[in-house]
């Protein structure tokens, strides 16, 4: 694996299915991308939420997208990484998210490239390499 997709590049996929984000995850193998499972519950609060009959399509959408890419587990060591994540930005005066903290922390144990729109958000976080396929030119 490479590449572990953020919880925002993967709504992009879902809610824009010919558009360049979806088309660059379908073109890559199973083996090259995954989500968090942190990401993964993440998504699945939309379709809990879902009122209007055009957010059911999503849903569907959703379930699709989900069953195609490997999910990995928030596991010992993710929950170690997560650990030593959270307490040096606190350290350093500048919190992250927990959510955001425990993908952050998959992407650190399993030796991936997180790809997300946020880059604020973990850019205080040391030893992740981050692209984002939305704003970058060259990714």
Known sequence: MIYLLDTNVCIE????????????VRAMHESEVAISAA????????????????????GRRL??????????DFDPACAAAFARL???????GRPIGPVDLQIAATAIVHN????????????????????????DTNP
């Open 86 to 92: 959270a307490a040096a930005a606190m350290d350093n």
């Open 39 to 58: 990401t993964l519950g993440e998504m699945l609060i939309g379709p809990l939420r879902q009122k209007r009959p055009k957010d059911h399509d999503e």
């Open 13 to 24: 996929a879902i809610r824009r299915p010919h558009g360049a984000i979806s088309r660059r």
């Open 63 to 72: 379930a699709f997208f989900t069953d195609a890419i490997k999910t990995l």
């Open 112 to 135: 991936l490239i997180l790809v997300t729109h946020n880059r604020k958000h973990f850019a205080a976080v040391g030893g992740l390499e981050i692209q984002d396929w939305q704003g």
